[in-house]
């Protein structure tokens, strides 16, 4: 029995493949399916994202990310919008349809975050916060852990096994690169992780070249490796105007290079025989 027995393949050889809520259409996340999350870094005021977020359907994302508790490293870069943002995110997914994920940081917001948002996000600095991970288990509501900034593989799994042993199976993985001892990256991407991931469990696995890399400019060619090597999506900072972000600028994508990293992304996803996760 391996450590992570609920996430193992041994438990359960079929993919997991998990529908998302949505207002529109249902938008797929797993084996078969090429699963595009967009969005800023942050939900800055209304107006910017909700204009960002209408853009980003017309371009062909499938979900809208926006982070409101954001884990900076110093306390005094933005924060966030916090709860007050909440209705944002309740607009932007009304006015385009398409579901929303942020991340959740304290059980104190999980009423909040539960009853509007689509996907609760454990981010890299949560990945191993038990009691986090114990409450989301025993919901009926998807959560995608991401890889923690030190993590094994063993113990990313494990976090998950959290979530399974509370009941929760809607969990889907996000490698968004390791700190190693190289420094011209944000992070190193781990992209053998995601073969690694697709044999050793049935959940989906995406990986998030921005966080990954730091640099706008890589995002694309690691998104395309990421799908080349079998990712069932990608999640991508998107920003109208990097320049101005109040956080992670640099790794943001304008509209422009997304809409061309996307249309790159379903050739490579067209090879691998996955299909665009909304039925649109
Ligand atoms: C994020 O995706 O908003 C984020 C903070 O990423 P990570 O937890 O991977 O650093
Ligand atoms: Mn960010």
Same mark, same amino acid.
């Given at each position: 029995m391996k450590p992570f027995h609920l996430a193992s393949r041994e438990y359960c050889a079929s993919d997991t493949v998990i529908t998302i809520a949505s207002p529109a259409d249902s938008v797929m996340v797993g084996e078969g399916y090429c699963t595009v999350i967009a969005g =800023?870094?942050?939900? +800055?005021n209304r107006t910017d994202y909700i204009k960002l977020a209408i853009r980003l359907k017309e371009l062909g994302a499938d979900i809208l990310r926006g982070g409101l508790f954001k884990p900076r490293? @110093? =306390? /005094?870069?933005?924060?966030?919008?916090? $709860? @007050?943002?909440v209705d944002i995110l309740v607009e932007a997914r009304a006015e385009t349809g398409l579901p929303v994920i942020t991340e959740i940081?304290?059980? $104190?917001d999980l009423d909040i975050l539960y009853a509007n948002v689509d996907i609760l996000q454990v981010g890299s600095r949560n990945m191993q916060n038990y009691s986090l991970l114990e409450e989301l288990g025993r919901l009926d509501k998807p959560v995608m852990i991401k890889r923690g900034l030190s993590a094994t593989i063993e113990e990313w799994l494990l976090a998950a096994e959290y979530v399974l042993k509370g009941g929760n199976r809607q969990i889907i993985l996000c490698e968004r690169g390791i700190r190693t001892? +190289?420094? /011209?990256?944000r992070n190193t991407v781990d992209i053998g992780a995601v073969p690694l991931i697709k044999q050793l469990t049935h959940l989906p696995i995406i990986v998030d070249p921005s966080h990954a890399t730091g640099k706008w400019k890589m995002v694309a060619p690691i998104a395309n490796a990421a799908i080349a090597a079998g990712a069932d999506g990608v999640m991508v900072e998107v920003h109208q105007d990097p320049d101005h972000a109040l956080s992670d600028g640099k790794q943001s994508l304008t509209p422009e290079n997304f809409a061309q990293m996307r249309a790159q992304l379903l050739k490579h996803a067209q090879i691998n025989r996955k299909q665009p996760s909304t039925a649109r």
């Open positions: =800023p870094c942050a939900v +800055e490293t @110093s =306390p /005094y870069s933005f924060q966030g919008l916090g $709860r @007050s943002g940081m304290d059980i $104190r001892f +190289e420094t /011209y990256t």
